[in-house]
């Protein structure tokens, strides 16, 4: 019968749950054991997480907007560079316009000075003509009296 009695009080002692200090001990060792886990290590790595993010969130953030500086800045550059080929383009037909017409207007003062000096050159050989024959003339007379004279005395 003392074993029996044992037996019983041996189940009743070692049943599916024991309500003794021991349960309520280890789940303040369990809290505990979380609060320390919590201060030690998933505060910290967490917390470096965080700045992790945020460090990569603020570098997306600079890059994005150096991108679109950079875009507007090509696109500010492409606009004047095309701008400038404009204007060179621009200057170029001006200076070529330019040019022709100087090419031309000393042209035509050449041609008007060539057809003064052909002028004066005809007008200075008309004259030298018209002397020319006024002394031929003035010789012819001469010769036609010497020619006569000489005939007329022989």
């Known amino acids: 019968m003392i074993e029996l009695v044992s037996f019983n009080l041996a189940e009743a002692e070692g049943g599916l749950f024991d ?32 700045d992790r993010d945020e460090y990569i969130r603020n570098s997306l953030t600079t890059a994005s907007a150096y991108l679109n500086k950079a875009n507007t800045l090509t696109l500010q550059y492409e ?15 001006n200076s070529q316009k330019d040019a022709q017409e100087v090419v031309s207007v000393k042209i ?8 003064i000096l052909i002028a004066e050159a005809s007008q200075q050989l008309v004259l030298q ?8 003339e003035n010789q ?9 004279v000489k005939l007329l005395n022989h």
């Open 79 to 93: 606009q004047e560079l095309s701008d400038a080929r404009k204007e060179a383009q621009e200057l170029i037909r």
């Open 108 to 115: 035509k003062t050449a041609q008007k000075d060539a057809e």
């Open 19 to 50: 309500f003794n200090a021991t349960l309520p001990l280890m789940a303040l060792q369990f809290l505990i054991l979380m609060i320390v886990l919590d201060n030690l290590f998933y505060k910290p790595v967490a917390k470096v997480l965080d």
């Open 140 to 148: 012819v007379e001469a010769l036609s009296n010497q020619i006569k």
């Open 129 to 136: 003509k018209e002397q020319a024959i006024k002394t031929l």
